[in-house]
């Protein structure tokens, strides 16, 4: 079986592109997912234990999460020792059953792939991409987003033309969806031929 990196900066069209893995016929595990599965389950008394007063209701309230962490390096690196951890082991048990089900190709859609080291874990990496104007117009639609939301969100992912230095293949969003379908396609072409 053959494991990809999927990767992006916010606002690239990462989602759209593991769907459009999905649909080829790719098992795709969603690290964001997961990190939302484990906010309302096995996280919560962790981070309730390191963050008093950041869970309601046995569920990790993101927001006042967020305000705990947001800019205070220490606090972010703490919360990822929490999280991390048990991602790696969803991930661990889904890349599992997906061998276990004869996947051909499994799609780990992780955003900091570059960032935590995950890509020596995968055996390529793709890197989802777009305009930095499209990327701007993208991520301030989006509702509760304000510029400074996104800078901060910006300033703790790789830039994106380094993540594309290191990519095995590349999805550019910003032409459209049918361009973008054809670029998965491509890469599925071509590690059918590696096989």
Request: aromatic content about 2%.
């Given at each position: 079986m053959i494991v990809l990196g999927l990767t992006g900066s916010i606002g690239m069209g990462k989602s759209t592109t593991a769907t459009m893995f999905a649909e080829a016929g790719a098992a795709v595990y969603d690290a964001d997912a997961a990190v939302h599965a484990l906010y309302r389950g096995a996280a919560v008394p962790l981070i309730e234990a390191a963050f008093p007063g950041t869970t309601r209701d046995g569920t990790v309230d993101r927001?006042?999460?967020s305000a705990k962490v947001m800019g205070d390096g220490a606090?972010?690196?703490?919360?990822?020792?929490?999280?991390?951890?048990?991602?790696?082991?969803?991930e661990t048990a889904f890349l599992d059953k997906a061998r276990a089900a004869g996947a051909r190709v499994a799609v780990l859609d992780i955003p900091?792939?570059?960032?935590?080291?995950?890509?020596a874990r995968v055996d390529a990496?793709?890197?989802?991409?777009?305009?930095?104007?499209?990327?701007?117009?993208r991520?301030?639609?989006?509702?509760?987003?304000t510029p400074e939301s996104f800078a901060a969100i910006?300033?703790?992912?790789?830039?994106?033309?380094?993540?594309r230095r290191r990519a095995h293949f590349?999805?550019?969003?910003?032409?459209?969806?049918?361009?973008?379908?054809?670029?998965?396609?491509?890469?599925?072409?071509a590690l059918s031929a590696c096989e």
């Open positions: 927001q006042a999460l606090a972010m690196t703490r919360l990822e020792g929490i999280v991390h951890p048990l991602v790696r082991g969803s900091l792939l570059f960032e935590t080291g995950g890509e990496s793709v890197v989802v991409t777009a305009a930095p104007e499209v990327q701007r117009q991520v301030l639609a989006r509702p509760n987003m910006l300033s703790r992912q790789m830039a994106d033309a380094d993540k590349l999805v550019d969003t910003g032409r459209g969806v049918a361009p973008a379908r054809r670029a998965v396609q491509g890469i599925l072409r």
